[in-house]
């Protein structure tokens, strides 16, 4: 931790002189086991580990000199034999006089005699056997002044548990806790001004899918549970509302909670269900409406672009780094409408305060001025005998807000544990008051940038340390805002790193280039889908926001989750896109000279859709002139057909290509392709059928010339033919028979009337969903 502040630190004459002395005591015990076997250190060592003894209480953090000092913990038998004729006590050290040293202190885990201080004899506790792997708890109540406690300062104070075993019956440590007591027992001359950020951020919730109503879906109904009662979320208002500190939110949080205050739906294995916590969410907003009236909130940029993963990968993508301006302003907008206020939006926060050269451009290009590091990242240079100013000026008008690497992270393990926390808000306690003490005179500006979603318990510490540190006396709060403008030490470091500086560990994390392409190619394709929509609002707003949500440095650490939203998004959208289309048509017939070819055009979106044109191509124009392009407007939930007149040049077929284009012509949807079989009747051929009609009529007028002229021959001769047979005479039978056959050869049947020309003008193939050519 010495080395992540970067800074180094002298230490009083003093300190000086414990250290040394401690250093002696040290060597003492370490003579004396050159004089025995060579088994027994290595016993001793050990030794001081059998039992574990954990601290999960010290009350109060900031004891007053009046007072008493109430220590609580658990003791558990890690060996393999019983510990009898033991007891707990507490032991005080020498004054630890620097951070550096304190970051060593912290480090042992064994019992060093002359370091860790003397058991005070006066209070202690006894404790029975602790068999094998049995626990047993204790509590030691010590008045302040039997501690011994010299002036204001940091002393390590250590619980330890002395007894005996089985293999060696002699008194000896066998386990210790250490952890660290802050005295001022008088108020600091110039106090400490410390801001203290209290992130309001959670992971992406809402997905892009709204129904008809515009209900909108959230991923899971993780959200409902970080809002409820107990929930992280619920906590952090509820603690926040009372500690001196800076509310950072993610608007994202606050439209996600907003929407969950209607009616919504949640993604379930069997498609979206209805969500049920509309009331948790609006007394969420209301307990936070009423918590951030006497706060600073400074808004990110909406739903907390990972800046870092923009400008490493993003800057190779035209136009990624665009996004940041709209998230920016729409961060804005966000908190006003939703809390009634103006958030400050010139801030940035770099994934855990990690700055380069080309997050710093990335960081301001969109008007914020001031970018939240950490002295883990903006290093001193070892100029410096003491932790400066956070703010720095870096150039261009910037502002480096440095938090302090030490209290930033110091709530970041398992907080859940008492142990845990109680050894963090101690050391968080100790780590202030030393910065304070190096330079008494000075009066400094600290800023502690914790973790951007701690867990509830970690909330809880963050929140005891900050009450704790309220009594100490050597601090006052400021807020982020006043940070920013304070008067920076002019021995400061300035020099941002470069890129090569970044930890590997986090840009391992990070958004690759082909997140960023994709990105990139779903806000194009919904630019293109928005511009042919008749009411894009109903679009842009949900999608628009998807888009900033797949840029979140949310997703470091869950680059699977971050694909997956990705993909989602993009196919949710295409499908969308996919109900505006083209009615497929089966092939068709096309006779003469000029026909129309109509083509339908389906909207099965809930509204209509415009701007748009239609074209038909064809792939021979020579044979077939597809006409012109068609201006397309369709209802929503409708079907339209659009007919286009065409002009045929030869015979044959012709494959035809419609396709839907947007207004800047780029194709839209899928094209489709049909097949038109021209079959144009030239003069000739109209010549040969009037010739042809011209005989049949000629032949028709003689055939009933001859019938008539037939007719009449017969009733002459049926006069005749009677009186012949009156006289048996048969004579001129056959001939007339013969005559009359000759006569009825055109009454065979199909003779009556003429034949139908066979033009072959039409044709019964169908042209497609019921359509025909019209002609």
Same mark, same amino acid.
Do not use: C
């Given at each position: ?357 080309? !997050? ?33 000026? !870096? ?201 129309? !070819? ?104 003689? !055939? ?72």
């Amino acid at each position: 931790m010495a080395e992540a502040a970067g800074f180094q630190e002298t230490e009083r004459p003093r300190g000086r002189w414990l250290r040394r002395t401690a250093a002696l005591l040290a060597g003492a015990p370490l003579l004396a086991g050159l004089l025995q076997t060579p088994a027994t250190p290595a016993r001793a060592v050990s030794g001081s580990r059998t039992v574990d003894v954990a601290i999960d209480s010290l009350t109060p953090s900031t004891p007053a000199k009046d007072g008493s000092v109430t220590v609580s913990g658990t003791l558990t038998n890690k060996g393999d034999t019983p510990v009898t004729d033991a007891h707990v006590g507490l032991r005080v050290g020498p004054e630890i006089d620097s951070r550096s040293a304190m970051d060593s202190a912290a480090k042992r885990t064994g019992f060093l005699p002359g370091v860790d201080g003397q058991e005070d004899k006066k209070h202690t506790a006894k404790v029975a056997d602790l068999a094998p792997g049995v626990s047993r708890n204790f509590t030691l109540r010590v008045p302040v002044k039997d501690l011994g406690l010299g002036g204001e300062g940091v002393y390590p104070l250590g619980v330890s548990l002395s007894g005996q075993t089985r293999d060696e019956r002699y008194e000896r440590v066998l386990g210790i806790e250490r952890t660290f007591l802050p005295w001022q027992p008088s108020g600091a001359g110039k106090k400490t001004k410390l801001t203290y950020l209290w992130p309001l951020i959670s992971a992406t919730h809402l997905t892009a899918e709204t129904d008809a109503a515009q209900t909108p879906v959230f991923r899971n109904d993780d959200l409902a549970s970080e809002i409820a009662p107990g929930g992280r979320l619920q906590q952090l208002v509820a603690l926040g509302k009372d500690l001196p500190v800076t509310f950072v939110v993610d608007p994202d949080l606050l439209a996600s909670v907003e929407a969950m205050t209607e009616t919504y739906k949640v993604e379930g294995p069997d498609g979206p269900v209805a969500g049920k916590n509309q009331a948790v969410a609006k007394q969420w907003l209301n307990d936070l409406e009423k918590a951030v009236k006497t706060h600073e909130v400074v808004a990110l940029p909406f739903a907390d672009p990972d800046l870092a993963s923009l400008a490493h990968h993003g800057k190779n993508v035209p136009s990624a780094l665009g996004h940041l301006a709209p998230a920016t302003e729409l961060a804005a907008k966000t908190v006003e409408t939703i809390l009634g206020f103006k958030p400050r939006t010139d801030f940035t926060w770099p994934a855990e305060g990690a700055i380069d050269s080309s !997050i710093i451009d990335v960081a301001t290009s969109a008007g914020a001025h001031n970018v939240i590091t950490r002295s883990d990242s903006l290093r001193e240079n070892g100029g410096l005998s003491y932790t400066p100013t956070a703010a720095r000026p !870096i150039g261009g008008g910037n502002t480096a807000v440095v938090s302090d690497a030490r209290l930033s992270t110091a709530f970041e393990g398992d907080m859940a544990k008492a142990r845990n926390a109680t050894l963090a808000v101690q050391e968080f306690l100790a780590q202030s008051l030393l910065i304070n003490q190096q330079e008494p005179n000075r009066q400094r500006s600290i800023v502690v940038a914790p973790q951007r979603r701690p867990s509830t318990t970690q909330a809880q510490a963050m929140a005891t340390a900050l009450n704790s540190l309220a009594s100490g006396g050597w601090t006052q709060p400021l807020n982020l805002s006043e940070a920013a403008k304070a008067d920076p030490d002019p021995g400061a470091t300035r020099q941002v790193p470069g890129s090569g500086a970044y930890p590997g560990s986090l840009r391992k994390q990070e958004l690759p280039v082909d997140a960023f392409r994709e990105i990139q190619d779903t806000k194009t394709a919904l630019d293109d889908f928005t511009g042919v929509l008749s009411d894009p609002r109903r679009v842009v707003t949900p999608f628009g926001n998807a888009v900033m949500r797949e840029m979140s440095t949310a997703w470091r650490g869950d680059g699977s989750g971050a694909t997956r939203f990705r993909t989602s998004v993009r196919s949710y959208l295409d499908d969308l896109t996919k109900k505006v289309q083209l009615i497929q048509k089966s092939n068709a017939t096309l006779s003469g000279r000029s026909a129309t !070819i109509p083509v339908t055009v389906q909207n099965n979106l809930l509204q209509g859709v415009k701007g748009m044109t239609l074209e038909l191509t064809s792939s021979q124009p020579n044979r077939l002139n597809a006409g012109k392009p068609q201006d397309i407007k369709v209802d929503g939930g409708h079907s339209q057909s659009f007919k286009f007149d065409t002009t045929a040049n030869a015979n044959g077929p012709v494959r035809v290509t419609a396709q839907l284009y947007t207004a800047d012509g780029k194709p839209y949807g899928d094209a489709m392709v049909f097949e038109v079989n021209v079959t144009e009747i030239t003069s000739t051929v109209m010549l040969v059928i009037a010739g042809g009609v011209l005989l049949l009529v000629l032949a028709g007028v003689r !055939i009933y010339l001859q019938r008539k002229r037939a007719a009449a021959h017969g009733t002459a001769q049926d006069a005749d033919d009677t009186a012949q047979d009156a006289e048996g005479t048969d004579t001129n039978a056959g001939e007339d028979g013969e005559d009359g056959k000759t006569g009825m050869d055109g009454d065979e049947p199909g003779q009556q009337s003429d034949p139908a020309p066979d033009t072959g003008s039409q044709s019964s193939d169908a042209s497609g969903s019921g359509e025909k050519v019209d002609r």
